[in-house]
């Protein structure tokens, strides 16, 4: 009888007859009950009566031992007996309506005790058919279902889910009975201000609400005949937090591989062990598809149990016809759920795992080959190459090869390659070649592709097979000193320079493999096919650019080199000689080259400050403005000077090389030979005999002829002369209702914002 204790008060000598109440283990009660307003069944919407209708929900949905629900109603003693207890039976019947949403029943309560506006007004507000103070909307609410059976049974069922917070109520199983009705019979005892069900105590006679109530048992296995005798038995707390279930756990150290005719010892791990008295796992062998087969040396047989951790002996039996399709499983003895399983391949002697891939240019992923794409094992012969076998990828571009041996006919140790028939099929965004071998090139791990005397060995695993790429995947970035930057510093290659990739020869001497544009970060990316591993990959660029998307006609940077090979000898040199790998930079991380000597770094800058400024004219103009035809920079003078002649050439000699204003001026001086239709002669006329400077004046006032054409040249400098002209900040511009709308700065490749650069030009002009 541990816990149960009572104290009694005897005079010296004296002596007393006592009862003892024992709790019963077989029911438990929810601590919130439902309360009740004076003689009525009506269940109100208070906090209190919410929370315990939320208990219960939770309880109901917990796996319990205690699973049979009992209704028991109690009511205060004003009334004779035979009335409380009519009384508290319409409690329970109230109580259980609501569970079951019973609108019926409610109407009988409510014309039998004669429910009206104190009740219906309680419901219409809990429901928000009108809102609380507002009378007028509460008395029409409460006319129409004073009058209205239909529309009353409605707000009956509305209102029971408010007091139930719109959950669902789990299905419940009633205790026989499922109501009981104890009226003024079990009046809590003590003092009101505590009241508790200690029978030791004086019951709490008189008006008195938490008398007033329904309260919630939940019995084992309760007999039909339980009465209200019984009650001051039922004081067992009912736990809301679902009993921790018996946690049985195990883990299976990983299996990648087991040959035919040996054994693998694996570890098996339980917890807790050893296991309870009579529980046991279950480990069994199955084969999940295709053939192949395994038995666990002890029993001979595809099962056995186990009741600790410890080692388990699985014997490789028949070899596998796919990957991973022998499982290992375990299940607690007498149940089907898995609590850990593992997959593994049984090899022969000869197991390749191989798989293929392919670098997709929109996604930026290596895809897979798709499934069903022939893959030969191939002996190389100088002759004739043979054919070992072939098996076909799955669908993630995986080949399984499982074979006692691979001899050729010929010899016992053949020269092996892999040769992948891609059948010219559309994939990852690529027209694929006919065929694609592993012969030369290495898999992403360094692994060769070609094994001459090939000793029968295991080549890659389950879990990380041998990857091979078809074709080469480049990604290069071009990059150039930029020394009108202080201190110089790398740019970008601007965008649409024109590169192509060579396998060996001279510039000029071979055709490319791959010819692109330079991107918005001065990169390219590409796949190519048609490559000979171990050739000398290079990579070409033309200092020159074309963009239809702003008018801008071909226009180059004179060299006396083709442009530029990055395989020169030089302090620029970077190619890749004998190159067998299959990729050359990533997507995240390219291959840089970068541009430092023989003036291609200007040639670059060049270019940049031209695209600037063509987009500029471009979108200032509206798209009216289609460029300057095979126009040319030269990276010399000789007058030393600036100039802009014959029409079509910019001359820049090396002091001016970095200088973006003067860069700007000398270019827009062909804007004013094209808008006039200037020849090359024209010019020089106007130089000789007309009246034309040969030189800049500040104040343009030398003539009108001088002041339009430097005029127009000194314009387009100020748009673009960075921070020297004008020497102002122009960040932001505020509009009138002092909104802020910044206006740079300009992004990568994309020249000056329109605004931003006539912003300038406004205070460098006035």
Known sequence: MSGIQTILALPAGATVRGSLVVPSTHVCQLQQTILFANARSFVRPTPSNK??????????????TQPNLMLVGHTD???????????????????????????????????LEGWNTPELTAMVIEVGDAAAGDTPAINLAVTRNRTDPTARQDLFRRYFIR??????????????????????????????????????QPPIEGDFEPNRRVEFFFFDNASPTLTCAEYPKWTIACSLVPPPAPVITVTIAPIDIIRVGTNADIQVTVNPSPLPFGTSITLTLSTTSG????????????????????????????????????????????????????????????????KFEVWNLTSHVFEPLPAGIDVDITDSDPISNDTLTTQSTDANGRVFFNLPSLNDPDEDQPDIFFLVHTNGRSHAGHTLPSEWSTEGWKATDG????????????????????????????????????????????????????????????????????SMFTDDNGEVHGVIFDLDPDDDFYFHIDFEMTDSSFNLPRARVEMSQFGWSTFWDDADRK????????????????????????????????LKILREWSIFLFQTTGGAWTGVESLSFSRSSLSGVAYSWPVGSVNLPPSDHWDRSTIVHEMSHQIMWKEVDFSSLGVAYE?????????????????????????????????FAGTSTPPYSVGTVRDGDNNSFPLGPPPNNRGERGRRSLCKWTVGNF
């Open 687 to 719: 130089f000789i005999f007309g009246d034309l400077a040969g030189y800049h004046v500040i104040n343009l006032l030398n003539n009108n002829q001088h002041a339009l054409i430097e005029g127009w040249a000194e314009f387009m400098e100020a748009v």
């Open 291 to 354: 053939t192949g087969n395994a038995q666990f040396t002890a029993t001979s047989t595809a099962t056995t149990t186990i009741t600790t951790s410890g080692i388990v002996t699985i014997r490789g039996s028949a070899p596998s016809g796919t990957i991973d399709n022998i499982r290992l499983t375990a299940t607690l003895t007498g149940t089907t759920g898995v609590l850990a399983q593992e997959d593994f391949t049984v090899t022969a002697t000869v197991a390749l795992f191989l």
């Open 163 to 200: 007091l139930l917070n719109s959950t669902p109520v789990p299905p419940i199983q009633p205790n026989p009975p499922v109501l009981l009705n104890c009226g003024e019979g079990q009046l809590l005892r003590g003092r009101r201000a505590s009241p508790s069900r200690d029978p030791s």
């Open 575 to 606: 190619y890749f000689p004998d190159y067998d790998l299959t990729s050359i930079g990533t997507q995240s991380s390219p291959e840089v080259f970068r541009c430092t000597v023989n003036d291609r770094n200007v040639a670059l800058y060049f």
């Open 447 to 514: 692994t060769v592709g070609y094994f001459p005397d090939y000793d029968n060995r295991t080549l890659g695993t389950p879990t990380a097979p041998l990857v091979y790429r078809i074709g080469l995947d480049f990604h290069a970035r071009f990059v150039f000193l930029d020394r009108s930057k202080s201190p110089a510093a790398d740019s970008a290659a601007p965008k649409q320079i024109p590169v192509k990739v060579h396998s060996a020869g001279t510039p000029g001497g071979d055709v490319p493999k791959r």
């Open 77 to 111: 003693s004003p009334g004779t007996q035979a009335s409380n207890t009519l009384l508290s039976e319409r409690r329970t019947q109230s109580v259980l309506a609501v569970l079951k949403s019973d609108a019926a029943r409610w109407e009988v309560l409510y014309t």
């Open 51 to 64: 929370a315990a209708f939320r208990d219960l929900l939770t309880r109901l949905g917990i796996p319990s």
